[in-house]
T-cell receptor
Framework: DQQVKQNSPSLSVQEGRISILNCDYT??????FLWYKKYPAEGPTFLIS?????DKNEDGRFTVFLNKSAKHLSLHIVPSQPGDSAVYFC?????????????FGTGTRLTVIP | GAVVSQHPSRVICKSGTSVKIECRSL??????MFWYRQFPKQSLMLMAT?????????EQGVEKDKFLINHASLTLSTLTVTSAHPEDSSFYIC????????????FGSGTRLTVV
């Protein structure tokens, strides 16, 4: 049962434009959300996160928006750069307990066209 | 920042043999580590939660006798794939949490296992 979903397997964006990656979840108990960037044969690299008590978190070119009522979050990258091309995973966690693992989406492959 | 070292990065083994994958937290102590598996073009699926000094907690459908997890110290967890078969070929990734960094999950670089 996939509790975190990324319905777009791929996205192509022109350099300099905005990239918007979407993520939906089904479990209303998730209270912390993260975005990771991943290259083939490498581990995920943390990008940005957001707590369920917030609806927006910004870090440089990356902004994550959370809509709890819709159980939806999105990652905005602006301006997009060719180096942003990778697979992006959203992930969710249940509570602050140390043993709580991450539930991952299926990933979206972003291609930024120079 | 926190660093998790995973070794080896790539391994090829024969069917029936066992392979050990190590996951080390280099500059922090991790009482809990997680082992994930990723099939091509699919999500990272949690296999088990490794707890220092106690038995690992396995996810449904993961054979604990096949995927042996040992977390003997606060900086090292190992995953041993026993009697490997070609269907065990996959990308395995470990993760650890650094309590010094708020809610930080740090991932290893992954291990590509190919069973021939």
């Amino acid at each position: 049962d996939q509790q975190v979903k990324q319905n777009s397997p791929s996205l192509s964006v022109q350099e300099g434009r905005i990239s918007i990656l979407n993520c939906d979840y089904t479990n209303s108990m998730f209270d912390y959300f993260l975005w990771y960037k991943k290259y083939p044969a490498e581990g995920p690299t943390f990008l940005i996160s957001i707590s369920s008590i917030k609806d927006k978190n910004e870090d440089g070119r990356f902004t994550v928006f959370l809509n709890k009522s819709a159980k939806h979050l999105s990652l905005h990258i602006v301006p997009s750069q060719p180096g942003d091309s990778a697979v992006y995973f959203c992930a969710a966690s249940l509570g602050l307990g140390g043993a709580n693992n991450l539930f991952f989406g299926t990933g979206t492959r972003l291609t930024v066209i120079p | 920042g926190a660093v998790v070292s995973q070794h080896p990065s790539r391994v090829i083994c024969k069917s029936g043999t066992s392979v050990k994958i190590e996951c080390r937290s280099l500059d922090f102590q991790a009482t809990t580590m997680f082992w994930y598996r990723q099939f091509p073009k699919q999500s990272l699926m949690l296999m088990a939660t490794s707890n220092e000094g106690s038995k690992a907690t396995y996810e449904q459908g993961v054979e604990k006798d096949k995927f042996l997890i040992n977390h003997a110290s606060l900086t090292l967890s190992t995953l041993t794939v026993t009697s490997a078969h070609p269907e065990d070929s996959s990308f395995y990734i470990c993760s650890a949490r650094d309590w010094a960094e708020n809610y930080g999950y740090t991932f290893g670089s992954g291990t590509r296992l190919t069973v021939v």
